[in-house]
Structures are given as structure tokens and as C-alpha cells.
């Protein structure tokens, strides 16, 4: 059964730093593409970034990559996990954060691939406030 869990989110003050993780069961992220999402109170759901597991080839969503540095997203084969690292993080990056696995990709968008996402995680909350 293929398992992904998030883990890492919780509350930091504005400018403080988060390491999230996806840590996948069932199956190996060497031939998927892993995203990870977030959504706000509100909100829509939307792409943050993705990384292709054969490469560790990585995307950000347009407005991320504008901003260099302040989201990183890595993998580890070996622990078969996704980290998705955040920095200098605002009030505006409270949401809850999901990462999702899938192998098939139908295009681009707003600088992240279509993927279609096979696998979900049930999220980690990440709240940024003082």
C-alpha cells in the first residue's frame, strides 16, 4: 500500500525557519515525481514544488522561485523521503502543507509539471505567528 507522511510542520515566528518531511511507504519515490502543496484557511489548494525522484530534477511553483532560497526542496533516497525546507517564513505561509507522489505528467504549469498525483498525504500543519 503506498503511504505518504508529512511530518515537521508546527509554529514559528515570523522569520524562522521549518524543515517539512514526506516520508514514503509502500514504494519507492526514485521513479515518482513529489510534490508539495499547501492550502490556506480559505484558500485554494496550490503547488509549492516538486522534485522528480530519477533525478532529484526540482521545480518551484513562479511566485516560490522568485523569492531563491527561501523554499528548497530535496530528496534522500535512501530514507526515501521528500524534505521540503522553508525559510524566512511569513504569516502568509500559515496553511496546512501536503506532499503527493505520481509518475505521470501531462504538462507544465506556472513553472511546476501536471502530475498526476497517485498518492497524498494527510498533511502538516504549519502556522507562522508571534
Known amino acids: 500500500q503506498l503511504q505518504l507522511v508529512e511530518s515537521g510542520g508546527g509554529l514559528v515566528q515570523p522569520g524562522g525557519s521549518l524543515r517539512l518531511s514526506c516520508a514514503a511507504s509502500g514504494f519507492t519515490l526514485d521513479s515518482y515525481y513529489i510534490g508539495w502543496f499547501r492550502q490556506a484557511p480559505g484558500l485554494e489548494r496550490e503547488g509549492v514544488s516538486c522534485?522528480?525522484?530519477?533525478?532529484?530534477?526540482?521545480?518551484?511553483?513562479s511566485s516560490v522561485k522568485a523569492e531563491k532560497g527561501r523554499f528548497t526542496i530535496s530528496i534522500d533516497n535512501a530514507k526515501n523521503t521528500v524534505y521540503l525546507q522553508m525559510n524566512s517564513l511569513r504569516p502568509e505561509d500559515t496553511a496546512d502543507y501536503y506532499c503527493?507522489?505520481?509518475?505521470?505528467?501531462?504538462?507544465?504549469?506556472?513553472?511546476?509539471?501536471?502530475?498526476?498525483?497517485?498518492?497524498w498525504g494527510q498533511g502538516t500543519q504549519v502556522t507562522v505567528s508571534s
Open positions: 503527493a507522489a505520481g509518475r505521470r505528467v501531462r504538462g507544465t504549469m506556472g513553472g511546476l509539471p501536471i502530475v498526476e498525483y497517485d498518492s
Open positions: 522534485i522528480r525522484g530519477e533525478d532529484g530534477h526540482t521545480y518551484y511553483a
